[in-house]
Structure formats: structure tokens, C-alpha cells
T-cell receptor, first 112, second 117 residues
């Protein structure tokens, strides 16, 4: 079945450094790739997304890149701040449906 | 982003009882609502897909008779956990999907923490 792998599972960075989280997906028909940030006990919040007709998208300190050939997509956070500390989930659509499969999550810790 | 509410936020029930969780999209019409389950420190696992006015579609391994889903309108879906057992204790999150300003997007509710004693 469809699968999304996410690495690393934990990531610790110093404030101001960059953080990169990578995901791979198995369904070549996937066409929507959102990233969610989830703080402890709270709902996942959509922080950025990308569709298959775009290779890169940026929103202030956050960027996402997509390599459809390799079935990879990555989240890049620059100039990290302590408030960026949370669990980040990548997801991929199941084919061109609106159902999502989630990665296993990355716990990001930004130390002041 | 869109606003999705979920009620209750926390519920404790005794084994054998049933619990109903409501999910509402407050500011847009959700053509589809999804129900997820999340265990501590784990990812979100899709349980079922709910479309307004039709039967829910359940993912493999999810018991449809145990997790009853009703999607009565474009703004309300309910999940009823029937004859709950301690292993049903989990964080249940709904999401509502529909057309935002320009894109088709999915937004999550705040979740319901169910504890079955």
C-alpha cells in the first residue's frame, strides 16, 4: 500500500540554524504534499503545502521542495527560533484523492 | 485557515459505554470530513472518510460497527465509539476538507482525548 517515510525522527538545532526534514512517498500518483506542525496536545496546523506541478514553494522562513522523479519532498526552516519547537508531519495525498497519508513525524527542538 | 471545532475536548467513560464526538466546520462547507486516531508520540492514522449524505468509507482494519460515523450536513460529522474498551483510549482528531479561497485544503479540529476506564 501507500507509504510515507519521514526522517529524522528527532532533530535538535541551535537557535538561528536551519532545519531540514525529508520525506519520501511511494504513490507516484500523489499530487498534494502538505506539512503540519503539531504542538503537544494540540491540533496539527498546516504550515505549508505544495502541489505536484510546482518544484519549490517558500513562505518567509519556511520552504518546501518537491522532486517528483525521486518521490522526495523536504521542509526547510531557516533562522530557527525556540517557538519552532514541535512535531512536524509530512503527508502525501493518496493518488489525486483528498485522503492523506502521514509520515511518522519529526520532533524538532530548537535550543536558545 | 478555516476553523474546525470538535466537542468534547476530553471525555472519560466507563468500559462498555458509547461516546459521541462532534466535528464542525465553522466557516466553510466541508465536502469531506476525515477521522484520525493518534496514539501518544505517534503519527495520525486515518480511520475513515466521511462525505455529506453518504456512508463513510473505512480504512482497512477499522471496525465500522464500532466506530459509527454520521455526516448529516456540510458542517457536521459525528464519530460514535460504541461499547468502548480501554484499548480505544486515544486522541481522536477530525479534519474538514473543502474549497478555501483558492485551493482545496484540509484543516484539523482540536482533537478529543478519550479515556476509557
Amino acid at each position: 500500500g501507500e507509504n510515507v517515510e519521514q526522517h529524522p525522527s528527532t532533530l535538535s538545532v541551535q537557535e538561528g540554524d536551519s532545519a531540514v526534514i525529508k520525506c519520501t512517498y511511494s504513490d507516484s500518483a500523489s499530487n498534494y504534499f502538505p506539512w503540519y506542525k503539531q504542538e503537544l496536545g494540540k491540533r496539527p496546523q498546516l504550515i505549508i503545502d505544495i502541489r505536484s506541478n510546482v518544484g519549490e514553494k517558500k513562505d518567509q522562513r519556511i520552504a518546501v521542495t518537491l522532486n517528483k522523479t525521486a518521490k522526495h519532498f523536504s521542509l526547510h526552516i531557516t533562522e530557527t527560533q525556540p517557538e519552532d519547537s514541535a512535531v512536524y508531519f509530512c503527508a502525501a495525498s493518496i493518488g489525486d484523492t483528498d485522503k492523506l497519508i502521514f509520515g511518522t513525524g519529526t520532533r524538532l527542538q530548537v535550543f536558545p | 485557515g478555516a476553523v474546525v471545532s470538535q466537542h468534547p475536548s476530553r471525555v472519560i467513560c466507563k468500559s462498555g459505554t458509547s461516546v459521541k464526538i462532534e466535528c464542525r466546520s465553522l466557516d466553510f462547507q466541508a465536502t469531506t470530513m476525515f477521522w484520525y486516531r493518534q496514539f501518544p508520540k505517534q503519527s495520525l492514522m486515518l480511520m475513515a472518510t466521511s462525505n455529506e449524505g453518504s456512508k463513510a468509507t473505512y480504512e482497512q482494519g477499522v471496525e465500522k460497527d464500532k466506530f459509527l460515523i454520521n455526516h448529516a450536513s456540510l458542517t457536521l460529522s459525528t464519530l460514535t465509539v460504541t461499547s468502548a474498551h480501554p484499548e480505544d483510549s486515544s486522541f481522536y482528531i477530525c479534519s474538514a476538507a473543502g474549497w478555501g479561497k483558492t485551493l482545496y485544503e484540509q484543516y484539523f479540529g482540536p482533537g478529543t482525548r478519550l479515556t476509557v476506564t
